[in-house]
């Protein structure tokens, strides 16, 4: 056995636990797997005296989180802080400066820094590791940059916030609004009480910027990342897909096409028998397409104490057996910066719904925007008829450009029939 | 950018020629990810002039691919040759006494010679990698070994063999007999002319003694394998599946109890509401149970020539990027012996099918047997009526040993009102 890897954990919340809890209970496995034994030597925590159900005796404490980089004891710093600025990146920078490897599970983090971070520990010769950070126990990144490492990549996707698919599949399952969802969701503790972040996409969009990187071998881009959350989803618009033979999902999706990349973050309409179709409630799945593996799906938990923790400390086993591979798959100082593709141009078809006045002539006017814009109909569905009254109306459209779209349900809006905001959902048809 | 890793290729059939177009298409996405190339120099195939589509102008040829153990130029020796022991056998062992890494994709080598190549690559610094000998592209090997190390594992299953699973998916599809299936499925290319190591479920076993080995970190243990194939599987009991909530499919199952390792193949009924249910046609699926990751599940293609090429890839790119991780997750003098628990010992639900006269008594003569060896029944279904005529009587019975259930079928089938063997399936509640 060679020596012990030493560890200093920084914050004690749910994942912070959950490592000690995992070192502990399958200390033996590990030692057994790492050929020596990691073991936490110094934490800090916002609060020293409180009761988290695991024993910090005999562990160094610290105030602040930084002054652990400068710990000589100290082989690795798993930072578990949060947020993408202040202490947690002070941290990781401090760390790394020292020498130090660094696994993290932070997507704001990465999602924003990743690029100069990665620069940095290759220069230091030590390791920056995120596992943790995009879809909690799933090994995802592992398997992008090294299981299918001999594959060229044109498009990963997932469903990356089990917030989001939580919340989803709750809807669809009993037809509540949105609005009583989250603030059950929020009551059980499955979402914050700013739900923003999930239910928004802004966490599907870090984890997608950091998945686009490692796919692709090009510095993170976060802002190149288009967002739309999951709030004007409705109960109707789910049981109007069902009838279509599709699903909602909030996907991220991103895609390289003619040297530029496209990275979205939207609800999508997907086929029924898709395999991301049928991972409901918390859980999250990837899906990778690679020019000789095809298509390949990773599911799991997506969060939590256990999973994120087990990929956590999946990072450290591989850094106690001296285990190396560029941040993001390809050396940081040769990752490439491509462009966005906006979703202006993005091409895909289409589900839009209205809601119209029930008489004559309607349908005509709205065919007459859409042939003005050159969007064309594949189905149109209305269902109830209820003269003079507001019915919905249903149309999914050809594979068209976004812009055209946009157009065309600008110029339906203002049309006299049509009396709320039209909906639209876009549809993949992977 | 370091010197080119240079690899020897021992068999140009599908595999093969797969992974020389890997190198091939995906060359500078390869060598950017390694930061050096990865080239081929060496080959050996059972025919120097049968057109493949692949050029293999410059490269050594070697009639007899043993002596590329002792070219100077190869750091590498793919093996791709198949079988258990002659060839394979004694170019791997050959490979790694010259210092060389294996990369192969023969389950039957590894799961009858795994632990005995480990310790000697092992003892040689070298690596052994077999990720395409299991679940063809999806990296499982990887995410057993390392992306999930930090966890215990009490329970590795999966869907191991893309022919019996597509059989299966047309079986309940079209409601054929399992005999039009195989012989339009050997027709198609799908199944084997002897389609034995298949059907009857030696090559998911091949597969499962790895994982088991991978998972508890033991002996490659094939001997250990109880098997039970899909010959006997007929549309009338997959109709019974579906009415009754499940799905029939073969299984390679592999847990831990008390230091005892069960390790099993043979047709399973599975909820249709799990995610392994779902998984249709040839793709594979692995679903891992670790104590902190919960449930993950990994699904891609189990075979064909991109999918396995795949997998020999990302052996190499490991092995280009200077990684080496033990043979089978724990170092092979380290290996634990298990003991294996026979199956008679499984406790576990079963389906039951009987073809039965149907007249009065005969469920009462049932149940008698069924009672004095204690095993209690949860449900029972009768379609047909057909007085005095043979009819279907199907059974599912409570959890019970798997003795205890063989014995009462012994004297079920001894029962004059009962006509045939009486089928059983088991019943499995993940």
């Given at each position: 056995?060679?020596?012990?890897i030493?560890?200093?954990?920084?914050?004690l919340?749910?994942?912070?636990?959950?490592?000690?809890?995992?070192l502990?209970?399958?200390?033996?496995?590990?030692?057994?797997?790492?050929?020596?034994?990691?073991?936490?030597?110094?934490?800090?925590?916002?609060?020293?005296?409180?009761?988290?159900?695991?024993?910090?005796?005999?562990?160094t404490?610290?105030?602040?989180?930084?002054?652990?980089?400068?710990?000589?004891?100290?082989?690795?710093?798993?930072?578990?802080?949060?947020?993408s600025?202040?202490?947690a990146?002070?941290?990781?920078?401090a760390?790394?400066?020292?020498?130090?490897?660094?696994?993290t599970?932070?997507?704001?983090?990465?999602?924003?820094?990743?690029?100069?971070?990665a620069?940095?520990?290759?220069?230091?010769?030590?390791?920056?590791?995120?596992?943790?950070?995009?879809?909690?126990?799933?090994?995802?990144?592992?398997a992008?940059?090294e299981?299918?490492?001999?594959?060229?990549?044109?498009?990963?996707?997932?469903?990356?916030?089990?917030?989001?698919?939580?919340?989803?599949?709750?809807?669809?399952?009993?037809?509540?609004?949105?609005?009583?969802i989250?603030?059950?969701?929020?009551?059980k503790?499955?979402?914050?009480?700013?739900?923003?972040?999930?239910?928004?996409?802004?966490?599907?969009?870090?984890k997608?910027?950091?998945?686009?990187?490692?796919?692709?071998?090009?510095e993170?881009?976060?802002?190149?990342?288009?967002?739309?959350?999951?709030?004007?989803?409705?109960?109707?618009d789910?049981e109007?897909?069902?009838?279509?033979?599709?699903r909602?999902?909030?996907?991220?999706?991103?895609?390289r096409?003619?040297?530029?990349?496209?990275?979205?973050?939207?609800?999508?309409?997907?086929?029924?028998?898709?395999?991301?179709?049928?991972?409901e409630?918390?859980?999250?799945?990837?899906?990778?397409?690679?020019?000789?593996?095809?298509?390949?799906v990773?599911?799991?938990?997506?969060?939590?104490?256990?999973?994120?923790?087990?990929?956590?400390?999946?990072?450290?086993?591989?850094?106690?057996?001296?285990?190396s591979?560029?941040?993001?798959?390809?050396?940081?100082?040769?990752?490439?910066?491509?462009?966005?593709?906006?979703?202006?141009?993005?091409?895909?078809?289409?589900?839009?719904?209205?809601?119209?006045?029930?008489?004559?002539?309607?349908?005509?006017?709205i065919?007459?925007?859409?042939?003005?814009?050159?969007?064309?109909?594949?189905?149109?569905?209305?269902?109830?008829?209820?003269?003079?009254?507001s019915?919905?109306?249903?149309l999914t459209?050809?594979?068209?450009?976004?812009?055209?779209?946009?157009?065309?349900?600008?110029?339906?809006?203002?049309?006299?029939?049509?009396?709320?905001?039209?909906r639209?959902?876009?549809i993949?048809?992977?």
């Amino acid at each position: 056995m060679d020596k012990p890897i030493k560890i200093a954990i920084a914050g004690l919340g749910t994942v912070g636990v959950g490592v000690l809890k995992v070192l502990n209970d399958n200390k033996e496995a590990i030692a057994a797997r790492c050929g020596r034994s990691i073991e936490v030597c110094a934490i800090s925590a916002r609060d020293r005296t409180r009761d988290r159900g695991v024993s910090i005796e005999g562990l160094t404490w610290y105030d602040n989180p930084v002054d652990m980089a400068e710990d000589d004891n100290v082989d690795v710093v798993v930072e578990l802080i949060g947020g993408s600025d202040g202490t947690a990146k002070a941290l990781c920078e401090a760390a790394i400066e020292n020498g130090k490897h660094v696994v993290t599970a932070n997507k704001a983090l990465i999602a924003h820094h990743g690029t100069a971070l990665a620069k940095a520990a290759e220069a230091k010769g030590v390791n920056v590791s995120y596992e943790a950070a995009v879809a909690g126990g799933i090994p995802i990144i592992k398997a992008l940059r090294e299981g299918l490492a001999g594959n060229t990549f044109d498009r990963v996707y997932g469903i990356l916030n089990g917030t989001c698919n939580y919340m989803l599949t709750d809807m669809r399952e009993t037809g509540r609004d949105f609005d009583v969802i989250l603030s059950e969701a929020q009551d059980k503790g499955y979402a914050e009480a700013d739900p923003s972040f999930d239910v928004d996409g802004i966490d599907a969009a870090h984890k997608l910027a950091i998945l686009t990187s490692v796919a692709f071998g090009c510095e993170v881009n976060f802002e190149g990342v288009q967002v739309e959350g999951i709030r004007h989803v409705s109960p109707i618009d789910i049981e109007f897909a069902e009838e279509l033979g599709y699903r909602i999902k909030l996907l991220g999706i991103t895609s390289r096409k003619n040297g530029h990349v496209e990275q979205r973050v939207h609800p999508c309409m997907v086929s029924k028998e898709h395999p991301i179709s049928k991972v409901e409630d918390v859980f999250n799945a990837v899906v990778v397409e690679g020019n000789f593996v095809d298509r390949a799906v990773f599911e799991g938990r997506g969060a939590g104490e256990g999973p994120t923790a087990s990929a956590v400390v999946g990072d450290l086993v591989d850094i106690a057996r001296g285990l190396s591979v560029p941040t993001f798959s390809v050396a940081a100082d040769k990752l490439k910066k491509l462009p966005s593709s906006p979703l202006a141009r993005h091409k895909g078809s289409y589900y839009v719904r209205l809601m119209v006045l029930d008489r004559p002539g309607v349908f005509a006017d709205i065919a007459c925007v859409l042939k003005e814009h050159g969007v064309s109909m594949e189905t149109v569905v209305q269902r109830h008829h209820a003269p003079d009254k507001s019915v919905p109306l249903v149309l999914t459209l050809h594979e068209t450009q976004e812009q055209s779209m946009l157009d065309a349900l600008d110029g339906i809006a203002k049309l006299d029939s049509v009396v709320e905001t039209p909906r639209m959902i876009r549809i993949e048809d992977f």
